[in-house]
């Protein structure tokens, strides 16, 4: 990246930009991957100057390369709602369009809770900001925008719209930072770059496929923002769908921008939506004791830290095949794991000692310590023949000396660069949305209270019993930390 740029963060003070996107740029300066001439705008709400803002980030700022980083950036104050600032923007914008003598590339990051969004892209299109500097440089205009992509799936096609009106799809960048992890990259590779494993990725061999996405931590202060918007907004409708695309989708037709996307696309398309009157048997919700206490959280809500299901992927591929998929927090562990549990088809020539129960698993960890890890039924020692599973991993660290680059840094690298790959497209947005309201709707339908959870345990007691009434349990790992 060669060319100079000009980032706009809007929300700048508030955590994305403090503990994401900044410490996520200023990494990539430090290994010289930005330009010689970028500049980055913070935009926010609080009176700050230029040199208040450079020091906004008190552990960047210890690092000696802070001060030649600083430089690059400066503060617009301004309301969302009020168009002042915006104007403020435009001359600081011209300025620099001027000293370089020509339409520097314009991204606009929008950072801030989705309530302001419509506000922000008002103001971008009245002051003709979203334009660039004229003269057809829209082209070099982009902007990022960060999940929730609405509430449900007519502010999510509302929102779409509004964009559609203001920028064209190859100027939008919608946010999901679980695509640019390195783990949820690799499986592509995984899959479909080593022969071993392709030809028994589907129904005749997989017995079924868990999904988990836990934390140890609550909501940690987070009550006006999440009390009301639950888990399965906040995470199923995005990071939980890119996951179990990960597994379901075909292989591209070619690994470009559109092959990947509409490979991705297709199998969320495909899952199949489970109708409000299946919901009480499919899906299991809950609330960890103590919630409604939390600050901003109201004392009798019923919003869900916690989900649970079982759901099927309508595909050749993966028809009958069962994906269950659990998400929370206060949990007993901080995972992001897929497992993929083959069916246990333990040779005649061992029946007679006995078969573990659990036979093949393949494990991808996609946080922490990113790896793969595959099960397979080994003999232990001894003079006696007896069979137990054994597990085989790879690590990131391990291998390469490093977990690899932070998500927002390929991200916001594949921003700068104006690649698309690893951003969600409408068709996209819209599928997830059409799954998750049907589960909402559920719920209105049949009101029963959200299940209580203790702190440190895998949620209700009914999220077990959702997989062990099939015969199943949820796997257990022998490597977690690999």
């Not at 060319?3 to 508030?14: H, R």
């Not at 980055?40 to 230029?50: H, K, M, N, T, V």
């Not at 020091?55 to 690092?63: D, G, K, L, V």
């Not at 950036?73 to 020509?102: H, I, N, P, R, W």
Request: charged share 25%; hydrophobic share 35%.
């Amino acid at each position: 990246m060669n060319s100079p740029f000009v980032l706009i963060i809007f929300g700048a003070t508030g955590d994305l930009a403090k503990h994401k996107l900044i410490p996520a740029l200023f990494s990539q300066f430090r290994r010289q991957e930005l330009p010689e001439d970028f500049s980055i705008y913070g935009f926010a709400r609080r009176p700050l100057s230029d040199e208040e803002f450079q020091s906004y980030f008190p552990e960047e700022s210890m690092h000696p390369a802070w001060q030649n980083f600083a430089q690059h950036l400066s503060y617009q104050q301004g309301m969302f709602d009020e168009k002042t600032g915006y104007l403020e923007l435009v001359e600081k914008l011209q300025k620099l369009d001027e000293k370089v003598g020509a339409c520097i590339t314009r991204i606009f990051y929008l950072a801030t809770p989705p309530e302001n969004y419509n506000a922000i892209l008002d103001n971008l299109t009245s002051t003709k900001l979203s334009e660039g500097c004229g003269q057809g440089s829209s082209k070099w205009t982009r902007l990022a925008i960060e999940k929730p992509f609405g509430k449900d799936l007519e502010t999510a096609r509302e929102l779409d719209k509004k964009l559609g009106e203001i920028f064209e799809e190859r100027q939008i960048f919608r946010v999901d930072h679980y695509l640019g992890k390195e783990t949820m990259q690799n499986l592509l590779v995984f899959r479909f770059a080593n022969g071993i494993f392709d030809p028994i990725w589907n129904k005749e061999y997989i017995d079924h496929v868990q999904i988990t996405w836990s934390e140890k931590k609550g909501i940690e202060g987070r009550g006006k923002f999440f009390d009301g918007v639950g888990i399965l907004r906040d995470v199923a409708q995005n990071h939980l769908m890119q996951m179990i695309a990960a597994v379901a989708q075909e292989m591209p037709q070619s690994f470009s921008k559109e092959g990947v996307r509409d490979s991705r696309t297709k199998a969320i398309q495909a899952i199949s939506c489970i109708e409000s009157e299946n919901v009480q048997t499919y899906v299991v919700r809950g609330q960890y004791e103590g919630y409604t206490n939390e600050k901003d959280v109201a004392p009798t809500s019923q919003t869900e830290t916690f989900v649970a299901c079982k759901l099927f992927v309508d595909t050749p591929r993966f028809a009958g095949v069962p994906f269950y998929v659990r998400i929370g927090k206060e949990l007993e562990k901080a995972e992001a794991t897929i497992s993929l549990v083959f069916k246990q088809t333990c040779h005649i020539l061992f029946k007679e000692i006995g078969c573990p129960e659990e036979g093949n698993v393949l494990t991808i960890r996609i946080q922490p310590n990113e790896g793969i890890s595959i099960r397979v039924i080994a003999k232990t020692p001894g003079s006696t023949l007896a069979l137990q599973p054994v597990d085989m991993h790879f690590a990131y660290n391990e291998q390469f000396g490093t977990q690899g680059i932070d998500a927002y840094e390929k991200i916001l690298g594949d921003i700068i660069h104006g690649e698309q790959m690893l951003f969600n497209r409408s068709d996209e947005l819209e599928a997830s949305w059409t799954f998750i309201e049907k589960i909402f709707k559920g719920w209105e339908n049949s009101p029963e209270p959200v299940l209580s959870y203790e702190k440190g345990s895998w949620g209700p007691k009914m999220a077990a019993e959702l997989i062990e009434k099939d015969g199943r349990k949820w796997v257990k790992r022998s490597l977690d930390t690999p």
